[in-house]
């Protein structure tokens, strides 16, 4: 077999002793892989490189389109972006795959027959990083759904459900409050949806989803999430499994993959021989279905779970009467490594299909819809009351413009407003037409003027549309 090129980072904190471990185990068990290494994280950083990468690994991951990373640290400061979100964006890694499973009663858990996986939208939502201070209160995120983001993530996870034998995709969203984006999130799971008549399909609000999936996470099989709500939940669901530390990740895009542990680098337990390589030796599994070495992934596998039932365990799931020996991060590969050619007897033996089933995604294009400008929000940075502001920014309007709302924080508060509302410095004022017909940019530019002449000080705007004839932007809260 040839050898599949891969890059490799050693990351920061416990990831150089996990990834050492990791590489040792895949290797022993015939792993045919020709290893890049590249050094990414807080030495990058530290050397003035605010994305934590250099071009030239860049160049690397581009080449070899397998990315097998261990955890990195991100120094604090406003300046550092994380180079996770980064490199999952920059290479199009648009699914994030984190199967979370029990192994008892091996490693203690209150839910032994949790076998869950978590599909994570992983380039959109509030991770866009789109973030602005626009007052001297009020600071802003932008929650970023696109159509096309929200089909190729649902596609994905019914495709996962149907390669690997999953009977049911369940969605989690919070469209009942964000209507509009969660609203398409969930839109988009139902249109999917219909494509795969053989799966089972539900969808549940996040929070209450989140409350029984603590509770009862064998009611589910695969969860489709958006991006913040996946990243939160699926530590969650890894935790209740018996620990984090046992959880290994998949980042796939049309051309590239990364892989890793979810959890991080640990900076606290650098250079003590004691982390659990786990997680990471699981994402590197996920490495080697991918690339089509399913036997050698099936062989790892197997070993690991054997290594858990034989009671060889690190630290951080030691449990004593359950456990027999509590090791090393070294000792632990090596015990792995002895079991190379054992399988479990409790746990279920896992036999992984020699060849990869790549997931190809298409997604549908979809014909424009008619766009017509219908009215526009300025958002004014103004310390005072509601009852000022309001007859000053309506006294702004244009023939073609007039003040409808005037919102803070999402809350109506002019006209007739509630003086218990709470009020910061941020105002957002929203002019539509009163014939209800369509307005121009000029219109918007005359009318920004008369908030300028005002004294007045805007900050942003957004156009208010409607896409064939349907309203594109949501009311006011109590409008």
């Not at 942003?460 to 064939?468: A, R, V």
Request: net charge negative; hydrophobic share 35%; charged share 25%.
């Amino acid at each position: 077999m040839a050898k599949t090129p891969i890059t490799v980072a050693y990351g920061d904190g416990i990831g150089p002793e996990i990834m050492q471990a990791t590489l040792d185990i895949i290797l022993a068990a015939g792993a045919e892989i020709d290893i890049e290494v590249i050094e990414i994280g807080e030495k990058v950083y530290l050397r003035g490189l605010t994305a934590g990468i250099e071009d030239s690994s860049w160049d690397s991951l581009r080449r070899t389109q397998v990315f097998l990373k261990a955890p990195i640290t991100t120094p604090s400061g406003s300046g550092y972006k994380s180079l996770n979100v980064t490199t999952r964006k920059t290479l199009g890694l648009y699914a994030n795959v984190r199967p979370c499973v029990s192994y008892h009663p091996f490693v203690q858990s209150k839910h032994p027959n949790m076998d869950v996986v978590i599909v994570r939208e992983n380039e959109e939502d509030l991770y866009a990083g789109i973030e602005h201070r626009q007052t001297s209160e009020v600071y802003q995120c932008l929650k970023i759904i696109s159509r096309p983001g929200c089909e190729k993530i649902m596609r994905y996870a019914f495709e996962y459900a149907r390669n690997n034998n999953r009977k049911k995709v369940t969605c989690f969203s919070k469209d009942n409050i964000m209507k509009m984006t969660d609203g398409l999130f969930h839109q988009v799971f139902d249109e999917v949806g219909a494509d795969y008549p053989e799966i089972e399909k539900e969808h549940w609000i996040v929070d209450i989803g989140a409350a029984k999936l603590a509770d009862t996470p064998e009611a589910f099989d695969v969860i489709v999430m958006p991006n913040l709500y996946g990243d939160i939940l699926s530590d969650v669901a890894a935790q209740i499994t018996g620990s984090v530390g046992l959880a290994g990740s998949a980042n796939i895009g049309a051309s590239c993959a990364m892989f890793e542990a979810i959890h991080g680098s640990a900076p606290r337990r650098a250079g003590q021989n004691v982390a659990n390589p786990s997680g990471l030796l699981l994402g590197a599994v996920m490495m080697l279905n991918h690339i089509g070495q399913g036997g050698v992934a099936s062989r790892v596998h197997n070993a690991w779970l054997k290594t858990l039932e034989d009671g060889i365990h690190t630290y951080d799931v030691y449990k004593e009467g359950k456990s027999t020996r509590k090791v090393s991060t070294t000792e632990f590969a090596q015990a792995v490594i002895e079991r190379l050619d054992k399988t479990p007897s409790t746990l279920k033996t896992v036999n992984y299909p020699k060849e990869s089933k790549k997931i190809d995604i298409k997604i549908t294009h979809r014909p424009r819809f008619k766009k017509d400008l219908v009215g526009v929000d300025v958002f004014l940075n103004w310390d005072g009351e509601a009852n000022v502001i309001g007859p000053l920014i309506e006294a702004c309007g244009t023939e073609q413009l007039k003040l409808v709302v005037v919102s803070n924080r999402g809350v109506k508060v002019y006209p007739h407003g509630h003086a218990e509302t709470f009020c910061t410095d941020h105002w957002r004022c929203r002019f539509e037409n009163p014939a209800g017909k369509n307005i121009t940019h000029n219109d918007i530019l005359q009318l920004l003027s008369n908030v300028h002449n005002a004294g007045l000080d805007f900050i942003k705007i957004e156009n208010l549309c409607n896409f064939d004839g349907v309203r594109g932007y949501t009311l006011a809260q109590g409008q």
